[in-house]
């Protein structure tokens, strides 16, 4: 497929998942916990079977399992380095007194820069994926829109307590995807090289997955979850996800 092709795909993932989730917000509001808890689990149990079932069994069999995991920890340096300078925290319980309007506002759009620098190397997965088969990358491509949902709410529902415009809050939500655009360019470009740098770049979007996954979706969801929102939603992403890597 076409490197502007797969450009394309992957900013169409970014921005419509994030865009979407500031949509959501937009027409209902903030979400309840529990909803909010299996949503966010429901992500990560998706991106969690993308990684074992997908990205690294590619990595390894692209040039074996040293560079996979070599990739792997350097996905995984980077986004503990990235967490350093922008966090990239989701919603926490609380009420709208907890805060003034003005801080809710920092909040929404410090959020929504993380959110922006983790799509690169989500659109780094996108491309990447693209190289070995267009199977591949388009269910890829699926699996990242969906997780983008909850990330675009994360960032749109305190922008909605700060009272924003909601045609700001889908604009800004939008921009936030456009990151994963760039990263689908440069891992179509970067597979494209070689075996061993096809399987560096897959182990790098793996392994910055699990440290989204591990650092933020599942301790979120948990930490949200009344009953056993979190455990459920985590268990029917990843059976989602081992679905869609089966078409």
Do not use: C
Request: glycine share 14%.
């Amino acid at each position: 497929m076409h490197i502007l092709d797969v450009t394309l795909i992957g900013t169409f993932a970014g921005v419509l998942g994030t865009a979407m989730g500031g949509l959501i917000i937009v027409l209902l509001g903030k979400p309840e916990a529990t909803v909010l808890s299996s949503v966010l689990a429901l992500a990560g149990g998706i991106m969690l079977s993308v990684v074992f079932s997908d990205l690294l069994p590619e990595a390894i069999k692209a040039a074996g399992p040293v560079y996979a995991f070599i990739g792997l920890l350097i996905g995984v340096a980077f986004l503990l380095l990235l967490d350093f300078y922008l966090p990239h925290s989701h919603l926490q319980k609380g009420t709208d007194s907890d805060f003034k309007r003005a801080k809710y506002l920092h909040t929404g759009i410090l959020i929504g820069i993380g959110i922006a620098m983790h799509n690169f190397p989500e659109g780094l997965a996108i491309g990447s994926g693209y190289t070995v088969s267009e199977h591949f990358g388009v269910s890829l491509a699926f699996v990242i829109f969906l997780q983008n949902i909850p990330e675009g709410m994360a960032m749109a529902a305190p922008m909605k307590a700060g009272y924003a415009r909601n045609w700001n809050i889908l604009l800004w939500t939008g921009l936030a995807g456009i990151p994963m655009g760039i990263g689908a360019f440069f891992g179509v470009i970067a597979g494209g090289i070689s075996n061993v740098i096809l399987s560096l770049a897959l182990g790098f979007a793996a392994g910055a997955m699990l440290y989204i996954v591990f650092d933020e979706l599942l301790p979120e969801a948990n930490e949200l979850s009344a009953g056993h929102s979190a455990t459920f939603g985590s268990i029917l992403g990843i059976i989602l996800g081992l679905v869609v890597s089966l078409f």
